[in-house]
């Protein structure tokens, strides 16, 4: 990351299949949630060596806690917190997204977070926030009943957006700037403190859109790395330009910055560095650079392939953009 000058390390920490993290004040978030109790667990230790590690090298930790969906595995280790799914009328025994009802769902949260932000100094946080499955939601008549109560009669995007601003208090009352997916953005009436464009499809329009709403954004929709393919080659993520959308000068400078993301379904230690670089390394040079500057594929191309080579004579496994071969690799011979 700092040699291709990425100053932020976005740590999405804890998803649906497990809860790595190791909460002092909740272990059984991850002795229970984790897929290993013992081997595959991030130690309050180990996240401080991060956090170290990455400041060396002008770079900072963003840990990422995302709710109210993608947290099966929470529940493992915390009765009560997601909700319970019905199916006729009765429990199904299965649970969906965390339990926006209960006021025990945010006594939890606070004394989540109040631990994390003890573990990770910077100001930011990411809070999620996207792809929350309503039906489970639907199914429970106590959470229907709760919307009722609160007035929001059956739109459960607003009941997600009363669940989200709860958290944004409580990361907030701990000096943390939230970060959200877009998704909350879309749901939220309230001004949320940045937003994080991720969705495929006119993601201009929506940065358009977040920006015109006077709230800062980042782009992370053109550069899923994990997707692997042929057309999703260096010069595909290299094309994009974040400001390319219609508004103002102003607008346009609430577009903080991009993201590059590597999600774990496909990806594990056996081939994350060669899917990662230097496709990645393509974002990063158009990031730091100004568009007329790099408008050019038969520029950048070389100086692509130099880089790509440095990082191998580096010890870095950075795939090829194209058949060629390193000048270094034959000067032994």
Request: charged content about 20%.
């Amino acid at each position: 990351m700092a040699y291709n000058k990425f100053n932020v390390f976005h740590w999405h920490i804890v998803d649906d299949p497990s809860f790595p993290y190791q909460s002092r004040t909740f272990p059984s978030l991850s002795s229970k949630g984790a897929f290993h109790p013992m081997t595959h667990i991030y130690t309050q230790s180990d996240v401080r060596r991060v956090i170290s590690y990455a400041r060396l090298r002008g770079i900072r930790v963003l840990p990422e806690f995302d709710s109210p969906g993608h947290t099966d595995s929470w529940g493992k280790g915390q009765s009560d917190l997601l909700t319970p799914c019905f199916r006729r009328g009765t429990p199904s025994g299965s649970f969906g997204p965390v339990n926006p009802a209960l006021p025990s769902t945010y006594q939890f949260m606070a004394r989540l977070f109040k631990e994390v932000s003890s573990v990770f100094p910077d100001s930011y946080i990411h809070l999620g926030g996207d792809e929350v499955d309503f039906s489970c939601w639907k199914s429970n008549p106590y959470v229907r009943t709760f919307m009722h109560k609160m007035g929001f009669g059956v739109d459960f995007k607003k009941l997600q957006a009363f669940y989200m601003e709860n958290i944004m208090n409580i990361t907030s009352a701990l000096n943390k700037t939230s970060i959200v997916w877009q998704d909350v953005f879309d749901y939220h009436e309230r001004i949320t403190p940045m937003v994080e464009v991720w969705r495929q499809g006119c993601y201009l329009c929506e940065v358009r859109k977040v920006a015109k709403a006077g709230i800062r954004v980042i782009l992370a929709s053109p550069w899923y790395l994990d997707q692997p393919g042929p057309t999703r080659n260096w010069a595909h993520y290299y094309t994009v330009w974040p400001l390319a959308f219609k508004g103002t000068e102003e607008q346009k400078k609430l577009v903080i910055g991009g993201e590059v993301c590597m999600w774990g379904e496909y990806v594990d230690a056996t081939n994350l560095t060669p899917r990662l670089w230097p496709r990645a390394s393509a974002a990063a040079e158009r990031l730091w650079s100004d568009e007329k500057q790099t408008s050019s594929l038969d520029k950048a191309f070389p100086r692509l392939q130099d880089f790509r080579c440095k990082l191998v004579r580096r010890g870095i496994q950075a795939e090829p953009l194209y058949i060629g071969h390193c000048k270094h690799e034959y000067q032994d011979v």
